[in-house]
Protein backbone atom coordinates (compact mmCIF):
# COMPACT_ATOMS: atom_id res chain seq x y z
CA UNK A 1 0.00 0.00 0.00
CA UNK A 2 1.24 3.46 -0.87
CA UNK A 3 1.11 5.35 2.41
CA UNK A 4 2.99 8.31 0.84
CA UNK A 5 -0.62 9.03 -0.48
CA UNK A 6 -1.58 10.46 3.16
CA UNK A 7 0.43 13.37 3.08
CA UNK A 8 -0.80 15.36 0.32
CA UNK A 9 -4.38 15.36 2.00
CA UNK A 10 -2.63 15.59 5.72
CA UNK A 11 -0.89 18.69 3.74
CA UNK A 12 -4.83 20.26 3.15
CA UNK A 13 -5.93 19.72 6.27
CA UNK A 14 -3.18 21.42 8.47
CA UNK A 15 -3.04 23.91 5.86
CA UNK A 16 -7.17 24.93 6.11
CA UNK A 17 -7.34 23.74 9.90
CA UNK A 18 -5.31 26.53 10.62
CA UNK A 19 -7.11 29.36 8.60
CA UNK A 20 -10.61 27.95 9.55
CA UNK A 21 -9.24 28.05 13.31
CA UNK A 22 -8.08 31.48 12.94
CA UNK A 23 -11.16 33.04 11.43
CA UNK A 24 -13.64 30.83 14.12
CA UNK A 25 -11.25 32.61 16.81
CA UNK A 26 -12.18 35.99 15.01
CA UNK A 27 -15.98 35.58 15.82
CA UNK A 28 -16.13 34.17 19.08
CA UNK A 29 -16.23 29.90 18.01
CA UNK A 30 -13.62 27.19 19.95
CA UNK A 31 -10.84 26.51 17.35
CA UNK A 32 -12.04 23.16 17.10
CA UNK A 33 -15.04 24.13 15.30
CA UNK A 34 -12.78 25.63 12.58
CA UNK A 35 -11.36 22.67 12.31
CA UNK A 36 -14.47 20.53 11.79
CA UNK A 37 -15.65 23.23 9.15
CA UNK A 38 -12.29 22.29 7.17
CA UNK A 39 -12.78 18.98 7.11
CA UNK A 40 -16.25 19.41 6.42
CA UNK A 41 -14.92 21.27 3.37
CA UNK A 42 -12.27 18.77 2.41
CA UNK A 43 -15.05 15.97 2.62
CA UNK A 44 -16.78 17.02 -0.16
CA UNK A 45 -14.06 16.09 -2.49
CA UNK A 46 -15.41 12.37 -1.90
CA UNK A 47 -18.42 13.43 -4.04
CA UNK A 48 -16.38 13.72 -7.02
CA UNK A 49 -16.67 11.21 -9.47
CA UNK A 50 -13.15 8.54 -10.15
CA UNK A 51 -11.63 10.98 -7.31
CA UNK A 52 -8.26 9.47 -6.18
CA UNK A 53 -7.45 12.16 -3.56
CA UNK A 54 -9.39 10.59 -0.72
CA UNK A 55 -8.53 7.28 -1.07
CA UNK A 56 -8.62 4.29 1.27
CA UNK A 57 -5.66 4.53 1.97
CA UNK A 58 -5.37 7.74 2.42
CA UNK A 59 -8.56 7.49 4.54
CA UNK A 60 -6.94 4.59 6.54
CA UNK A 61 -3.56 6.52 7.08
CA UNK A 62 -5.66 9.56 8.20
CA UNK A 63 -7.63 7.69 10.39
CA UNK A 64 -4.65 6.07 12.21
CA UNK A 65 -3.13 9.74 12.91
CA UNK A 66 -6.77 10.59 14.44
CA UNK A 67 -6.86 7.87 17.01
CA UNK A 68 -3.48 9.08 18.00
CA UNK A 69 -5.09 12.50 18.29
CA UNK A 70 -7.91 11.45 20.56
CA UNK A 71 -5.94 9.75 22.85
CA UNK A 72 -3.17 12.68 23.24
CA UNK A 73 -6.58 15.43 23.64
CA UNK A 74 -7.69 13.05 26.47
CA UNK A 75 -4.28 12.84 28.04
CA UNK A 76 -4.30 16.94 27.86
CA UNK A 77 -7.69 17.04 29.65
CA UNK A 78 -6.17 15.06 32.12
CA UNK A 79 -3.45 17.39 32.70
CA UNK A 80 -5.15 20.30 32.45
CA UNK A 81 -7.87 19.14 35.23
CA UNK A 82 -7.28 21.00 38.11
CA UNK A 83 -7.60 18.95 41.11
CA UNK A 84 -6.95 21.70 43.71
CA UNK A 85 -9.66 23.79 42.53
CA UNK A 86 -11.91 20.87 43.39
CA UNK A 87 -11.14 21.26 47.28
CA UNK A 88 -11.58 24.45 47.41
CA UNK A 89 -15.61 24.94 46.12
CA UNK A 90 -16.14 20.84 47.15
CA UNK A 91 -20.02 20.16 48.05
CA UNK A 92 -21.37 22.70 45.57
CA UNK A 93 -19.21 21.98 42.85
CA UNK A 94 -20.15 18.20 43.22
CA UNK A 95 -24.33 18.87 43.61
CA UNK A 96 -23.47 21.84 40.11
CA UNK A 97 -21.94 18.13 38.11
CA UNK A 98 -24.29 15.35 39.77
CA UNK A 99 -27.43 17.17 37.89
CA UNK A 100 -25.67 18.08 35.25
CA UNK A 101 -25.34 14.54 34.64
CA UNK A 102 -28.23 13.14 35.80
CA UNK A 103 -30.74 15.66 34.18
CA UNK A 104 -29.15 15.72 30.38
CA UNK A 105 -28.30 11.62 30.50
CA UNK A 106 -31.80 11.34 31.28
CA UNK A 107 -33.34 13.62 29.02
CA UNK A 108 -31.04 12.07 26.47
CA UNK A 109 -32.06 8.57 27.21
CA UNK A 110 -35.73 9.62 27.01
CA UNK A 111 -35.56 11.23 23.87
CA UNK A 112 -33.33 8.50 21.83
CA UNK A 113 -35.71 5.42 23.89
CA UNK A 114 -38.53 7.75 21.91
CA UNK A 115 -37.11 7.19 18.66
CA UNK A 116 -35.43 4.40 18.72
CA UNK A 117 -37.48 1.74 19.93
CA UNK A 118 -40.73 3.67 20.79
CA UNK A 119 -40.32 2.85 24.25
CA UNK A 120 -41.03 -0.95 23.38
CA UNK A 121 -37.49 -2.40 22.74
CA UNK A 122 -36.02 -2.84 26.28
CA UNK A 123 -33.53 -5.20 24.68
CA UNK A 124 -29.84 -4.73 26.03
CA UNK A 125 -28.38 -3.48 23.55
CA UNK A 126 -30.84 -0.68 23.11
CA UNK A 127 -31.08 0.59 26.43
CA UNK A 128 -27.02 0.88 26.16
CA UNK A 129 -27.15 2.31 22.56
CA UNK A 130 -29.97 4.81 24.17
CA UNK A 131 -27.99 5.18 27.21
CA UNK A 132 -24.97 6.33 25.53
CA UNK A 133 -26.96 9.27 23.40
CA UNK A 134 -27.54 10.40 26.89
CA UNK A 135 -23.97 10.30 28.16
CA UNK A 136 -22.86 12.26 24.83
CA UNK A 137 -24.56 15.20 26.47
CA UNK A 138 -22.91 14.83 29.81
CA UNK A 139 -19.44 16.39 28.45
CA UNK A 140 -18.96 20.00 29.17
CA UNK A 141 -16.30 22.26 28.00
CA UNK A 142 -16.35 25.85 29.29
CA UNK A 143 -13.52 27.27 27.08
CA UNK A 144 -16.15 29.91 25.33
CA UNK A 145 -17.54 30.59 29.13
CA UNK A 146 -13.99 31.34 30.26
CA UNK A 147 -13.38 33.42 27.78
CA UNK A 148 -16.67 35.22 28.18
CA UNK A 149 -16.06 35.44 32.28
CA UNK A 150 -12.49 36.64 31.45
CA UNK A 151 -13.74 39.47 29.37
CA UNK A 152 -16.63 40.34 31.21
CA UNK A 153 -14.30 40.42 34.85
CA UNK A 154 -16.36 37.69 36.39
CA UNK A 155 -13.98 34.36 36.12
CA UNK A 156 -13.10 34.70 39.86
CA UNK A 157 -16.58 35.26 40.73
CA UNK A 158 -18.39 33.10 43.07
CA UNK A 159 -20.53 31.76 39.70
CA UNK A 160 -16.85 31.51 37.51
CA UNK A 161 -15.21 29.23 40.00
CA UNK A 162 -18.05 27.21 40.51
CA UNK A 163 -18.47 26.57 37.08
CA UNK A 164 -14.78 25.62 36.06
CA UNK A 165 -15.11 23.33 39.21
CA UNK A 166 -17.99 21.33 37.48
CA UNK A 167 -16.79 21.22 34.54
CA UNK A 168 -13.70 19.75 35.68
CA UNK A 169 -15.79 17.29 37.76
CA UNK A 170 -18.00 16.29 34.89
CA UNK A 171 -15.03 15.75 32.93
CA UNK A 172 -14.13 12.91 35.24
CA UNK A 173 -17.69 11.58 36.30
CA UNK A 174 -18.03 11.47 31.91
CA UNK A 175 -15.17 9.90 31.18
CA UNK A 176 -16.32 7.01 33.87
CA UNK A 177 -19.47 6.10 32.80
CA UNK A 178 -18.40 6.23 29.18
CA UNK A 179 -15.80 3.27 30.50
CA UNK A 180 -18.76 1.47 32.09
CA UNK A 181 -20.95 1.65 29.05
CA UNK A 182 -18.12 0.32 26.47
CA UNK A 183 -17.22 -1.88 29.16
CA UNK A 184 -20.86 -3.45 29.39
CA UNK A 185 -21.01 -3.33 25.29
CA UNK A 186 -17.75 -5.50 24.92
CA UNK A 187 -19.39 -8.22 27.09
CA UNK A 188 -22.09 -10.33 27.29
CA UNK A 189 -25.20 -9.73 30.10
CA UNK A 190 -23.71 -12.48 32.22
CA UNK A 191 -20.62 -11.00 32.19
CA UNK A 192 -21.70 -7.26 33.73
CA UNK A 193 -20.19 -8.29 37.21
CA UNK A 194 -16.78 -8.96 35.17
CA UNK A 195 -16.62 -5.46 33.75
CA UNK A 196 -17.66 -3.65 37.01
CA UNK A 197 -14.69 -5.68 38.57
CA UNK A 198 -12.09 -4.73 35.79
CA UNK A 199 -13.45 -1.33 35.79
CA UNK A 200 -13.21 -1.10 39.49
CA UNK A 201 -9.40 -2.43 38.90
CA UNK A 202 -8.69 -0.26 36.44
CA UNK A 203 -8.90 2.61 38.70
CA UNK A 204 -7.55 0.98 41.97
CA UNK A 205 -4.31 0.79 40.01
CA UNK A 206 -4.29 4.01 38.57
CA UNK A 207 -4.62 5.36 42.48
CA UNK A 208 -1.65 3.12 43.08
CA UNK A 209 0.77 3.56 40.10
CA UNK A 210 -0.23 7.39 40.26
CA UNK A 211 1.59 7.48 44.10
CA UNK A 212 4.31 5.39 42.71
CA UNK A 213 4.72 7.34 38.93
CA UNK A 214 4.17 10.79 40.89
CA UNK A 215 7.36 10.28 43.35
CA UNK A 216 9.09 9.15 40.29
CA UNK A 217 8.65 12.10 38.80
CA UNK A 218 9.33 14.62 41.19
CA UNK A 219 12.81 13.20 41.11
CA UNK A 220 12.95 13.98 37.34
CA UNK A 221 11.57 17.24 37.67
CA UNK A 222 14.16 17.86 40.60
CA UNK A 223 17.07 16.31 38.92
CA UNK A 224 16.15 17.78 34.94
CA UNK A 225 14.14 20.97 35.80
CA UNK A 226 12.51 22.26 32.77
CA UNK A 227 13.74 19.25 30.42
CA UNK A 228 12.39 17.92 27.52
CA UNK A 229 12.74 14.72 28.56
CA UNK A 230 10.21 14.88 30.70
CA UNK A 231 7.32 15.65 28.34
CA UNK A 232 8.83 12.72 26.50
CA UNK A 233 8.42 10.37 29.09
CA UNK A 234 4.80 11.88 29.59
CA UNK A 235 3.95 10.64 26.09
CA UNK A 236 4.94 7.06 27.40
CA UNK A 237 3.42 7.06 30.15
CA UNK A 238 0.05 8.08 28.31
CA UNK A 239 0.03 5.51 25.45
CA UNK A 240 1.27 2.88 28.37
CA UNK A 241 -1.81 3.91 29.83
CA UNK A 242 -3.96 4.28 26.82
CA UNK A 243 -2.97 0.29 25.81
CA UNK A 244 -3.08 -0.94 28.81
CA UNK A 245 -6.82 0.31 29.91
CA UNK A 246 -7.78 -1.08 26.26
CA UNK A 247 -5.92 -4.62 26.45
CA UNK A 248 -5.94 -5.50 30.45
CA UNK A 249 -9.46 -4.00 31.79
CA UNK A 250 -11.46 -3.41 28.74
CA UNK A 251 -11.29 0.44 29.79
CA UNK A 252 -11.70 2.66 26.73
CA UNK A 253 -7.94 3.26 25.36
CA UNK A 254 -8.68 7.42 26.13
CA UNK A 255 -9.97 6.40 30.01
CA UNK A 256 -6.05 5.89 30.45
CA UNK A 257 -4.88 8.58 28.50
CA UNK A 258 -7.38 10.87 30.58
CA UNK A 259 -5.94 9.32 34.37
CA UNK A 260 -2.27 9.39 32.80
CA UNK A 261 -3.14 12.98 32.30
CA UNK A 262 -4.68 13.11 36.00
CA UNK A 263 -1.66 11.62 37.67
CA UNK A 264 0.67 14.10 36.05
CA UNK A 265 -1.73 17.39 36.71
CA UNK A 266 0.03 18.32 40.58
CA UNK A 267 3.23 18.11 39.23
CA UNK A 268 5.61 21.20 39.31
CA UNK A 269 6.41 20.10 35.56
CA UNK A 270 2.68 20.04 34.53
CA UNK A 271 2.44 23.15 32.99
CA UNK A 272 5.94 22.72 31.04
CA UNK A 273 4.76 19.25 29.80
CA UNK A 274 0.96 20.36 28.71
CA UNK A 275 2.77 23.22 26.49
CA UNK A 276 4.97 20.62 25.15
CA UNK A 277 2.44 18.44 24.39
CA UNK A 278 -0.42 21.07 23.29
CA UNK A 279 2.54 22.07 20.16
CA UNK A 280 2.56 18.50 19.49
CA UNK A 281 -0.92 17.57 19.30
CA UNK A 282 -2.38 20.85 17.79
CA UNK A 283 0.46 21.08 15.16
CA UNK A 284 -0.56 17.52 13.46
CA UNK A 285 -2.88 15.67 15.49
CA UNK A 286 -5.68 16.62 16.98
CA UNK A 287 -6.30 18.80 13.94
CA UNK A 288 -6.25 15.69 11.93
CA UNK A 289 -8.75 13.96 14.32
CA UNK A 290 -11.37 17.61 14.41
CA UNK A 291 -10.65 17.22 10.51
CA UNK A 292 -11.48 13.54 10.15
CA UNK A 293 -14.80 14.03 11.97
CA UNK A 294 -15.77 16.71 9.19
CA UNK A 295 -14.65 14.22 6.31
CA UNK A 296 -16.34 10.94 7.42
CA UNK A 297 -19.50 12.85 8.17
CA UNK A 298 -22.41 12.27 5.72
CA UNK A 299 -25.64 13.48 5.65
CA UNK A 300 -27.05 10.72 3.28
CA UNK A 301 -28.42 8.83 5.71
CA UNK A 302 -30.55 11.57 7.42
CA UNK A 303 -34.08 10.61 7.06
CA UNK A 304 -37.40 12.51 8.29
CA UNK A 305 -37.32 10.25 11.69
CA UNK A 306 -33.70 10.90 12.16
CA UNK A 307 -34.16 14.96 11.22
CA UNK A 308 -37.27 15.04 14.57
CA UNK A 309 -34.51 12.95 16.69
CA UNK A 310 -31.88 15.02 16.07
CA UNK A 311 -33.95 19.37 16.74
CA UNK A 312 -35.19 16.98 19.85
CA UNK A 313 -31.88 15.92 20.86
CA UNK A 314 -30.52 19.14 20.44
CA UNK A 315 -33.07 20.94 22.46
CA UNK A 316 -32.30 18.29 25.41
CA UNK A 317 -28.81 18.88 25.07
CA UNK A 318 -29.23 22.70 25.86
CA UNK A 319 -32.05 22.18 28.58
CA UNK A 320 -30.22 19.30 30.31
CA UNK A 321 -27.38 21.10 30.88
CA UNK A 322 -28.99 24.50 31.92
CA UNK A 323 -31.82 22.58 33.93
CA UNK A 324 -29.80 20.36 35.93
CA UNK A 325 -26.75 22.66 36.53
CA UNK A 326 -28.68 25.69 37.39
CA UNK A 327 -31.23 23.09 39.84
CA UNK A 328 -27.55 22.02 41.48
CA UNK A 329 -26.64 26.03 41.91
CA UNK A 330 -30.41 27.09 43.21
CA UNK A 331 -30.20 23.76 45.78
CA UNK A 332 -26.54 25.10 47.01
CA UNK A 333 -28.84 28.41 47.83
CA UNK A 334 -27.60 30.48 44.89
CA UNK A 335 -30.05 33.73 43.96
CA UNK A 336 -31.82 32.80 40.82
CA UNK A 337 -29.54 35.12 38.81
CA UNK A 338 -26.64 33.06 39.76
CA UNK A 339 -28.03 29.66 39.15
CA UNK A 340 -29.26 30.30 36.03
CA UNK A 341 -25.75 31.84 34.97
CA UNK A 342 -23.93 28.66 36.22
CA UNK A 343 -26.56 26.57 33.61
CA UNK A 344 -26.02 28.42 30.86
CA UNK A 345 -22.06 28.41 31.20
CA UNK A 346 -22.12 24.86 31.78
CA UNK A 347 -24.03 24.14 28.19
CA UNK A 348 -21.17 24.40 26.00
CA UNK A 349 -20.07 21.53 24.70
CA UNK A 350 -16.72 20.88 22.38
CA UNK A 351 -13.63 18.42 22.76
CA UNK A 352 -15.23 16.05 24.80
CA UNK A 353 -18.66 15.70 23.14
CA UNK A 354 -16.81 14.92 20.03
CA UNK A 355 -14.67 11.96 21.38
CA UNK A 356 -17.49 10.27 23.17
CA UNK A 357 -19.57 10.46 19.69
CA UNK A 358 -16.70 9.27 17.79
CA UNK A 359 -16.47 6.60 20.10
CA UNK A 360 -19.39 5.82 20.39
CA UNK A 361 -20.01 5.29 16.30
CA UNK A 362 -16.54 3.06 16.56
CA UNK A 363 -18.23 0.73 19.19
CA UNK A 364 -21.66 0.83 17.37
CA UNK A 365 -23.57 1.76 19.81
CA UNK A 366 -24.82 5.47 18.18
CA UNK A 367 -26.03 5.97 14.67
CA UNK A 368 -23.53 8.17 12.15
CA UNK A 369 -26.20 10.19 11.71
CA UNK A 370 -25.82 11.76 14.86
CA UNK A 371 -22.44 13.49 13.92
CA UNK A 372 -24.30 16.44 12.12
CA UNK A 373 -26.26 17.25 15.34
CA UNK A 374 -23.47 16.82 17.66
CA UNK A 375 -21.77 19.61 15.39
CA UNK A 376 -24.70 21.63 15.70
CA UNK A 377 -24.63 21.48 19.09
CA UNK A 378 -21.76 22.55 19.98
CA UNK A 379 -21.29 25.49 17.15
CA UNK A 380 -24.74 26.53 18.67
CA UNK A 381 -23.84 26.78 22.59
CA UNK A 382 -20.90 28.15 21.33
CA UNK A 383 -22.62 30.99 19.95
CA UNK A 384 -25.39 31.62 22.72
CA UNK A 385 -23.24 31.03 25.69
CA UNK A 386 -21.11 34.41 25.39
CA UNK A 387 -24.58 36.37 23.85
CA UNK A 388 -26.75 35.09 27.16
CA UNK A 389 -23.91 35.84 29.52
CA UNK A 390 -23.89 39.33 28.43
CA UNK A 391 -27.31 39.76 28.42
CA UNK A 392 -27.87 38.62 31.97
CA UNK A 393 -24.50 40.52 33.45
CA UNK A 394 -25.95 43.91 31.51
CA UNK A 395 -29.45 43.30 33.48
CA UNK A 396 -27.50 42.79 36.91
CA UNK A 397 -25.91 45.76 36.74
CA UNK A 398 -28.56 47.86 35.78
CA UNK A 399 -30.27 46.43 38.69
CA UNK A 400 -27.48 46.86 40.99
CA UNK A 401 -27.46 50.85 39.64
CA UNK A 402 -30.85 51.21 40.42
CA UNK A 403 -30.36 49.94 44.11
CA UNK A 404 -27.87 52.19 44.62
CA UNK A 405 -29.37 55.10 43.06
CA UNK A 406 -32.41 54.89 45.35
CA UNK A 407 -30.18 54.01 48.35
CA UNK A 408 -28.71 57.75 47.48
Excluded at 24 to 49: E, H
Excluded at 242 to 257: L, R
Amino acid sequence: MAYFEVLLPLALILFLSKIFSILAKRIGLPQVVGMILAGLLIGTIRYIPNQTFLDPTAMEGLGFIAKIGVILIMFSAGIETDLGLIKKTGFSACIITILGVIVPLGLGFIVATAFNGQFKDWSQQTIISNLFYGIILTATSVSVTVATLKELGKLNSKVGTAIVSAAIIDDIIGVIILSIVIGINKGETSDLWLVFVKTIAFFVACLALGIVLRIIFKKLEDKYPHNRRIPIFGYALCFVFAFSAEKFFGVADITGAFFAGLILSRQQESEYIESKIDITNYMIFAPVFFANIGITTTFDSIDLNMLYFGLAYIAVAILGKVLGCGLGAKLCKYSWSDSIKTGIGMMVRAEVALVCTQKGVENGLVSPSIMPFVLIIIILTSFITPILFKIIYKHDDKVLNLEKSNLE
